[in-house]
């Protein structure tokens, strides 16, 4: 669904392209170039038309039409993404409107909303302020915070990085190698280090603390109900930050020198200059990073897994955690299946004001 | 960039989550590669044998889904399924683990090929409610004239028939080993240098004064836990109830009657709050076995765990039975047996009945839990296994099983409760291993049951 987008969001960094090509290159990066060939290709058989100017049978043109001829470069990967994401998300939805629980198949004879109702009611059931609150309102809640923050300050960091690494260091590439190389490790690998690093009697972080006399800041990071997401976010921002990097650097390349000189003659100070000219142009990158980013939040099902089991507690309770406590713990498919629906909704939710806004600049 | 095959890995990851929710079940069974894999198998088998692999004579084949996939149960199952060839020629055993700790991976596969009406043979379970999600749907087949015979009902203790057996009392399981949960480990040394004599602790109560004590004399954490997962904290609690306020109580409360026992359970949660104090101060960042270590090195006097734990006493170097480190009952749990126990079961729709019920048969057999049991660390539910093979702990452990007044079951491990109730008491207990608030667990539990 997002990588969807992203192929939509594509042909609008048409200007990027030429340079993003290059850093691709260089980081021995092919993302997206099977998308980008579909693209081209789309644009030749536009081109075409003259060739199939002559006066064949009905049927030959028909197969020399526009539509036919493109159809090998969109018709398998519609089908596939048809079937395989956009049927999986409507047939999740029709089975949370039913009341599929236990180990038979699903009666599909009466559809209503009442799992989303027992959800939105478990959400606010002890109050929206006060407590106590219930495992829906605990997950529904860190879900929230873990897309907005960790999104957020993976861009941030993100984008501090490619600005450094952009201003013609040495060991370019090594940097960008090794700001890169934690989103290749799995998260089983990088939740048990993070484990380790945060373990408060001998883990790294405390050790450090003590050793430069902050002993005083140090805490219980992953069992303190008060650190314990915060310190999954970091970890998070650890692994991906250097994803954003990569994107962002991409962009800051496709800007031509003259804009930076020009703002130099106009007298803008360095903070200026980026804060004004430079990272409004980045717009394009900043939603392509953003949407996957958030994909990447969701992955956080598999870091609080390693952790913690199905049961990190009120404090790290992920949607995509209770979706599948429900399911799989205690074969609750319909509600399962809601929550799912719910946590769709929430991501869509997150990244369609920015679309919207972008879409209404005509930057997509 | 790696983008293109993480993005891509994410779509189908996200598939996957999708027919996880129950999403599709067609999705499910294209994707998920246990389903594909066994699948595979099947194909294969069948041909090789000349398409025999569904009739009566001749081989046939025996697909067993489990989770003992760590060393020592690896081998433990491997002798299992030696003895039973053995016994058994005829029948060829497909071996198809789904690793995974308690069967957390294991019950996405057979959920799902249950509900798509393929099942394996046999799988794993642990018996008692835990069954209650199959029981209720009905996929689970009646056992009690097949497998049980009279032989196998006079050798298993009541305790562990009951978790065999659907609420109508049909048989439907097969308990093949037995943990035993409320046992207290401590290492020998650091308890002398404390000057604490463990054969005094009675209770709970004296219990933590013997852990101010250790704290004040030694280095050493006075417990090892760990609180990373919920399950450990959960079970320390289970047997804090049943040491303070008795097996009845206990079982009055896994029953549902919370409220009715207030104050033993408000008492008990308040002594595992107390506990907390003496823990290792990393027990929310290690897992059991990582914790169960400090008792060996000497860093931790006490550990509350099942006798799983002794397998890795017994795997580490100079650490010996009785000189090293020793055991009791979890103090005021005396004639109890706290039981943790897997089985094997039969589901409808059964690609082979007959090889399964032979299995099923072996499983019960003392053969089969003769050769099982001792590799893995549990004692065998029947009571006329001879003790040979057994080591001197096991022995121990044996010998308390069989004087035993009550082998209750557990909610940690599945036996005592519903899979929903468990999840609500996990839920409880996954916010009380962070703010160790009394209160707040105590309402949690009463809602819970």
């Known amino acids: 669904m997002r990588s969807r987008i992203l192929r939509v969001l594509r042909p609008g960094e048409q200007a990027d392209a030429e340079s993003e090509q290059q850093v691709r290159t260089d980081g021995g990066t092919s993302a997206d170039r099977p998308q980008r060939g579909a693209a081209d290709s789309d644009a030749r058989a536009d081109g075409g038309v003259t060739a199939t100017a002559d006066q064949p049978s009905r049927a030959r043109r028909w197969l020399d039409s526009e539509f036919v001829k493109s159809l090998p470069f969109w018709l398998p990967a519609t089908l596939l993404v048809g079937l395989f994401v956009y049927g999986a998300i409507g047939w999740n939805f029709v089975i949370s409107l039913t009341d599929w629980t236990g180990l038979r198949q699903p009666t599909y004879d009466s559809f209503d909303f009442e799992m989303y109702e027992v959800f939105f009611r478990n959400v606010g059931k002890g109050g929206l302020l006060s407590g106590p609150h219930t495992q829906e309102y605990w997950a529904l809640r860190n879900t929230f915070v873990l897309l907005v923050v960790f999104t957020v300050a993976a861009l941030v960091v993100g984008l501090l990085l490619a600005i450094l690494v952009d201003r013609d260091i040495r060991y370019e590439n090594t940097f960008r190698t090794i700001y890169l190389l934690p989103m290749s490790l799995s998260f089983v690998v990088t939740a048990i280090f993070w484990a380790w690093m945060y373990n408060p009697d001998t883990g790294m972080i405390n050790e450090t603390l003590r050793l430069v006399g902050l002993g005083s800041l140090t805490q219980q990071w992953i069992s303190d109900p008060q650190f314990k997401l915060f310190a999954v976010m970091f970890a998070l921002v650890w692994q991906f930050s250097g994803y954003a990097m990569v994107v962002y650097l991409a962009g800051l390349r496709a800007i031509p020198t003259d804009q930076y000189e020009a703002a130099k003659v106009d007298g803008a100070s360095l903070v200026k200059m980026y804060w004004r000219v430079i990272i409004p142009q980045l717009r394009a990158s900043t939603t392509s990073a953003a949407v996957v980013l958030m994909v990447f939040a969701l992955k956080a099902f598999d870091f609080l897994f390693v952790l913690f089991g199905t049961r990190p507690g009120p404090s790290a309770d992920i949607l995509a955690m209770m979706m599948y406590r429900e399911s799989f713990g205690i074969t609750n498919w319909a509600y399962g299946s809601a929550i799912a629906m719910v946590l769709f909704v929430l991501a869509l939710g997150v990244i369609a004001p920015y679309l919207y806004v972008q879409f209404k600049r005509g930057e997509l | ?449």
Request: glycine residues 10%; negative net charge.
């Open chain 2, 1 to 449: 960039m790696t983008n293109d095959t993480n993005s891509s890995l994410t779509r189908r990851r996200y598939i996957k989550a999708g027919g996880a929710a129950g999403a599709t079940i067609a999705i499910a069974g294209c994707l998920g590669g246990g389903d594909g894999d066994s699948d595979g198998e099947e194909t294969t088998t069948a041909s090789d044998d000349g398409g025999t692999t569904q009739s009566d004579d001749g081989g046939q084949e025996l697909e067993i889904v489990h989770w003992w996939t760590a060393g020592g149960e690896k081998d433990a199952l491997n002798a299992l399924i030696e003895g039973f060839e053995q016994e058994y020629p005829d029948v060829d055993v497909t071996n198809n683990p789904a690793p995974g700790g308690a069967g957390s991976a294991l019950d996405t596969e057979i959920q799902s090929r249950i509900i798509n009406e393929n099942p394996p043979s046999t799988f794993q379970i642990w018996p008692g409610k835990a069954l209650n999600t199959y029981l209720e749907s009905d996929v689970l087949v009646d056992i009690s004239d097949s497998v049980w015979d009279d032989g196998m009902r006079d050798a298993y203790l009541d305790g562990v028939k009951e978790m065999s057996q659907s609420e109508d009392g049909e048989f439907v399981a097969v308990p093949l080993n037995i943990h035993r949960l409320n046992n207290l480990f401590y290492n020998v040394s650091v308890l002398e240098d404390a000057g604490v004599d463990p054969a005094n602790l009675d209770s709970p109560s004296a219990l933590l004064d013997a852990m101010e004590t250790i704290d004040a004399e030694t280095d050493a954490a006075p417990m090892a836990h760990q609180t990373q997962a919920v399950w450990s904290t959960l079970q320390m609690w289970e047997d804090v109830l049943i040491g303070h306020a008795g097996v009845d109580t206990y079982q009055d409360v896994i029953a549902g009657n919370v409220a009715d026992n207030e104050t033993a359970v408000r008492e008990s949660l308040q002594l595992v709050a107390d506990f907390r104090e003496y823990f290792n101060e990393d027990a929310g960042s290690v897992a059991w076995d990582e914790a169960n270590a400090k008792v060996i090195q000497g860093n931790a006097a006490f550990i509350h765990q099942g006798d799983w734990a002794a397998g890795q006493y017994g795997a580490a170097d100079d650490f010996e039975y009785d000189s090293d480190w020793g055991n009791l009952a979890f103090p005021g749990t005396d004639g109890v047996y706290h039981v943790v126990a897997d089985s094997f079961v039969m589901p409808t729709s059964n690609p082979s009945p007959e090889a399964t019920e032979k299995w099923l048969s072996y499983c019960g057999s003392v053969d089969g839990q003769e050769r099982f049991n001792p590799v893995k660390g549990s004692i065998p539910p029947r009571t006329d296994v001879p003790d040979d093979e057994f080591g001197p702990f096991l022995t121990a452990q044996r010998e308390d099983f069989d004087n035993s007044d009550a082998q209750p079951p557990t909610i940690a491990h599945g036996t005592g409760v519903t899979p929903q109730v468990k999840s609500n008491v996990e839920g409880a207990f996954s916010a009380f291993v962070g703010n160790w608030n009394v209160d707040a667990v105590y309402n949690e539990l009463t809602n819970a049951f």
